[in-house]
Every structure is written in C-alpha cells, then in structure tokens.
C-alpha cells in the first residue's frame, strides 16, 4: 500500500514511533532512577497521602520460580529490611505482570515495601525474563496458582496476600478471582472479565486490536524494557490506511472459522493442540521462547480473527463463576478507559451474584483513561492514589480497621461527576434520583457540519426534512480521542471532525440551567441507507462557552448487526430502520453556559474498522460511497435517551 493513502499521521493520533528525547538519555534516567525509586518515595508518599514510610527495604537478587512443567519465572522479591534481618512474617503483594518488572513499573516494589509489605514482581510467561510462551492470559491462571502455592512457603508468608496492578496485570489477579483461598484481596484496575470484543454494536476495535498486537509483540520478543514498541509495516497500515480496516465479511460466516468458546472446559494441553492445528503451527512447547511462532499465533489470534472471539468472556476467563468470587475486590476504573463499559458490567455481576466477598468489594470509576487524564479539567493525583490504594491493603493484609473504617457500610461504587468536578457514591447503577428523558434532533434538512441548523432539544419534532450525507469508506472521519489504547486518549477538541459534511451535528442552545447525566446513554436512530449494509455513528460531546467541544463518548452499529451479533442480517437500501446503539456510560454536568452536542457520521478511524458498503460482495479491498440519511421526524422521532440525575 501507499503512503498516499494515508488519511492521517502519528502526530495527529499521538502515536509514538520514536524516542521524543535522546535513548541514551532514556537509559541513564532509568539507571539513575532504579536506585533512588525508595528515596524518591519517602518523599512522594506523604505527598500522596500515604503517610510517612516506615522501613527501609531489601531487594533480593532475582529469582527464577520453576513451574510443573519446567517453565522458570522471573521474580523479584522486595522486603521490608527488617523482614529480611530477622526473617519475620509480613503480608505479601503479588504483581505479576507482562511489562517489565524492572521497567517503569518497578517503583511499586519499592515503594509497597517501604510501607510494610513483601512484593512479588514477576514477569509471566513468555516475557520479558521468564521463559516460555505466552498464550495472552490462557496460561495464567494455572501458572498463577503455582506462584500463590509457592509464595505460601516462603519464611515470611503469614497467610496474608493481596494482589495490584491494571491492564494485563489486572487481569492476572481476575484469572484468580475464583475458588480461590490463598488471595486474601485484590485490587485489578482499568481490565474485566467480559469479552472486551463484544458490544460495540457489532463494529470491530480496529485502533484497540493493534495496540494490543503491538504491546503483545513488543513484551515477547523484548527481554529488557525497549524505549519505543516495536511498529511494522502492517501495523503501521492499520493505523493510517483506510484500506487496511475495511469490513466486508460475507453474511454467513465459514465452517472452519473456530471460536473462543470451544476453548471452554479443556485442559490446556488439548488448547494449544487446538490452536497448532487451527493455525497450521508446528507444535508450541508452552516452556520456550519461540518468536516466529509466537507472531503467527499473536497474529491470527488478533488479526486475521479467523478465531472468532465470541461468547461473554475474556481469554483465560471462560471457566470464571461471579457465584464464585472468593476475595474482595477493590475496581478502579476510568469513565474514558477502554475497558469501562465491560468493567461496570463485571462489577454489577459479582455485585448481584452477592457473597459475603462481592458484599464487600468496592468500584471507584474516576475521570480517567487507560492510564492517563481522561478530561481536561483531570488530574493523575487521584489516579495514583487509587491504583494503590494503600488503605485497601492496611484494611485486609494488616488488618487495621482504622484505614478504610467505612467498609462495611460506604455505598459500593464511588464516581467522578466531570463538570461538577466532584465524588459521589451510590450502591445501585445508574444510581436513584436518575430520569430518562429524550433529547430530540431537529434541522431545516442540512445538519452537515458545525455550520450547519441541526438543533437539540427536548421538544418532540413535527415535520422536518430528513438530513443526508454521503460516506466514502476511504475518507473516513478520523478518531480524536476517547476510549483508546497506544493513540491519543480521553476528551479532545472534536473541531476538525465538526468541520466535515459527512458529520451532521445537532446542538442544544446555550444552558441556562446545567443539566447533570449520569448513568447509560442509548441512541434511537432513524435511518436508510443506498448500501445494504453500512456503519452509523454517534458522538457525544460538551461545548464550552468558548467553542471547545470535547468528546464524552463515542459508538456505533454495524446495519447487518441491528438485531443483535448472533442474528445479522442485510438492509435494503432506501428503506428507513430503527438503530438503538448503546452509548456507553458517564457521569458529567453540562454547566450553565454549555452546549449539548450530538455527532452522527458513519465512520471513526482508526478507532474502529469501516464498513465496504458492500455488503460480503465484491472482491476484496473493494468499497463504494453510501448515501445516507437520518430522520427525525413525528414518525421516526431520533433521539438520545439521556439519564438526567435530579
């Protein structure tokens, strides 16, 4: 492919190909820092509102934990001095992770130590330096219960052990969240149990695919922290090239195509025999690094998704019962983060399945994205603070009641009211004293663009010319922040996305009163298309006085999928349907002063994939334009069901 063909740059999507500073700088900051990171700490702790450090710490040469089958992790054991001098009993913390646990991650061992605990780091299979092949997530349950066994004879161990860490390592404590009696808590940030393929309305998350397939490449085949991820060719297509995102599946999926769900109930022998003869593999030896079989696995696992990622759960978390849920659960999530939506719905499910553990198990959903500020008015303060989470492990490890004395009575889910700029807390989602209202669109016929009259408002419509645009699939609207991963990330201006005719924007007039929306918002769209099948999009977005518009939320449908993933069927073009898209969930009050602003369009790349229009015909890489059109009015009223908190 071309590079004329690109519709965007790395700049404009923040992806980072190369250093901004020196990489010789990078590695004497790192060496530098590796030293100094408990320093360092006593004076960040207080500042952090940890409170004062109390010990001095030892970190013991690294230590290859051998598994059953022979497969040597690398650990690092970090330990209150006094600990290791009089080889007293402490609670531990495990942290197993894929990214380095000498890396930037490492200041955790240090600083969780110098607080009173023992902490385990310790690279997962197939990374960094443990030895053998990572099977994204399949192997981390088994391998993770023979490290908990391990830890439980260690001469410090006193029967206490909690686990930390987000992304991946939120998800190595979640392969353990059930039947499980050694875990005495954990703390899994911005990562879930459900599958985070499904509910996006049937469109794929092309941007989130390939920072995945990018990290996972990168973690594999790197032993020591690189400074920047490895980028090829192709994944550079997937970022910039239209081409190399457009859908067009035919409607009745192969035979051969296999599914995640089979993996369910087998034993992990017969899974990787499953996924050498799928894939053609020679024979995987699950206790080696083999990088060239690890990139045909990684890549048709992630890219060529001839393994269909069906079902309701994650890799490795097929077998997860909520019923049995063994340890209480400290959630941290972001209402920017890719995982918010799938994480809200695990926490309602241990919630509802209630045992005297999800009883007591917490969520704090902040203004946050994955691992960053999510909304301009944001700070990473309270980010670090809940990622920690000190008092959660002085609750459980130490046993001090003093540190989160309202436990047991404190509603469950904690949230963030961007807007407000404020916490509040509620045991039932959406929380009570929400209204559903509908917010209707209006025009003269021609929303197109910023410039155009497309209005929203709570009146109901009358008689109003439908709107129209044309969709080019190689001239898509391109991402601007959001719910990404590896690219530019939470609420961005949406100024240049407003500027296009393929974009049909409906604003309310300037608040006079603020209005405060918090819980799910769904989108009831009326619309037709020329295709028999195609894409629809929709963006929330909060403009400021002075004309900013940042993003709150994004989503959309797949036509064929209108009823549903498991029931695709195509649309006959000229006839108007009926779309209900899941928005997604927020907390944030439109001030006095701001607008309301609804986005509708029919692409947002690279974020997700783009529909051919073609509807499983043609050849591939073929496409054509869409003309389509949105209706509103007294028979095919759209409108957005917003959840109004009074």
Not at 87 to 94: A, H, R, S, V
Not at 357 to 386: C, L, T
Not at 513 to 535: F, K, N
Request: charged letters at 25%; proline letters at 6%.
């Amino acid at each position: 492919m071309q590079k004329n063909s690109y519709v965007t740059t790395y700049k404009y999507l923040d992806i980072k190909v190369k250093p901004g500073v020196p990489p010789l700088l990078i590695k004497l900051l790192r060496k530098l820092l590796s030293p100094v990171s408990p320093v360092l700490f006593k004076i960040l702790g207080p500042l952090l509102g940890f409170g004062r450090v109390r010990n001095n710490i030892y970190k013991f040469p690294e230590t290859m934990v051998k598994l059953t089958d022979g497969t040597e992790l690398a650990t690092s054991i970090i330990v209150p001095n006094k600990v290791f001098k009089r080889k007293e009993k402490c609670p531990t913390i495990l942290i197993r992770l894929p990214y380095w646990k000498d890396g930037m991650y490492s200041i955790f061992g240090p600083a969780l130590a110098s607080y009173g605990y023992v902490v385990v780091m310790q690279d997962v299979r197939g990374c960094a330096h443990s030895q053998g092949f990572n099977t994204f997530l399949m192997y981390d349950r088994q391998d993770g219960f023979e490290v908990l066994d391990w830890i439980s004879k260690q001469f410090w161990y006193n029967g206490k052990l909690g686990m930390m860490g987000g992304s991946y390592f939120g998800m190595t404590q979640l392969v353990l969240s059930w039947d499980n009696d050694l875990l005495t808590c954990i703390a899994p940030s911005i990562s879930c149990v459900s599958n985070l393929w499904k509910g996006h309305g049937g469109l794929r998350i092309h941007g989130l695919t390939t920072s995945i397939y990018r990290i996972m490449l990168n973690i594999s085949s790197q032993r020591e922290e690189p400074i920047v991820d490895i980028f090829t060719n192709e994944i550079q297509e997937r970022y910039l090239n239209p081409k190399a995102a457009l859908y067009n599946e035919p409607l009745k999926k192969s035979e051969d195509r296999k599914k995640l769900t089979e993996l369910k109930g087998k034993s992990l022998e017969e899974i990787l025999k499953l996924l050498e003869e799928h894939y053609n593999l020679d024979k995987i030896d699950p206790t080696k690094r083999n990088f060239n079989q690890y990139f045909r696995f990684v890549r048709e696992f992630l890219i060529t998704q001839t393994f269909e990622k069906d079902g309701d759960k994650m890799a490795g978390l097929l077998e997860m019962d909520y019923k049995k849920f063994s340890q209480p659960a400290f959630i941290q999530g972001g209402w920017q983060d890719m995982f918010i939506e799938h994480q809200l719905k695990d926490f309602l499910a241990i919630k509802a399945n209630i045992s005297e553990h999800g009883k007591i198990s917490k969520m704090v959903i902040g203004d946050w994205a994955h691992g960053a500020k999510g909304h301009p008015e944001g700070s990473m303060i309270s980010f670090i603070k809940n990622f920690i989470k000190k008092p959660w492990y002085e609750y459980w490890l130490n046993d001090d009641k003093e540190a989160y004395p309202d436990i047991e009575t404190s509603p469950a889910i904690k949230y963030w009211i961007n807007g407000r700029n404020t916490w509040r807390e509620t045991d039932v989602w959406p929380p009570e004293n929400v209204q559903f209202k509908k917010l209707y669109i209006h025009s003269q016929g021609w929303a197109n663009s910023i410039n155009g009259n497309g209005n929203l408002s709570f009146e109901e419509p009358n008689g109003e010319f439908e709107d129209r645009f044309i969709f080019n699939p190689i001239n898509p609207v391109i991402t601007r922040g959001g719910r990404n991963l590896g690219m530019l990330k939470g609420a961005q201006d949406q100024k240049d996305a407003e500027k296009r005719d393929d974009v049909l924007v409906y604003s309310t007039e300037p608040l006079i009163r603020g209005i405060e929306v918090t819980g799910p918002i769904t989108m009831v769209l009326y619309a037709s298309s020329s295709a028999t099948d195609t894409d629809f999009m929709v963006k929330i977005v909060d403009v400021y006085p002075n004309g900013k518009a940042v993003n709150l939320l994004d989503a959309g449908i797949r036509a064929r999928f209108r009823d549903g993933e498991e029931n695709p069927s195509l649309i006959d073009p000229g006839k108007v349907y009926e779309y209900q898209i899941n928005v997604g969930n927020t907390s944030n009050y439109f001030r006095p002063g701001h607008r309301i602003r609804l986005e509708i369009s029919s692409s947002n790349f690279p974020r997700f994939d783009i529909n051919s229009n073609m509807g499983g015909e043609g050849k591939p890489g073929e496409f054509k334009m869409a003309d389509q059109r949105i209706f509103h009015d007294k028979a095919r009223p759209s409108h957005l069901i917003f959840p109004i908190f009074k």
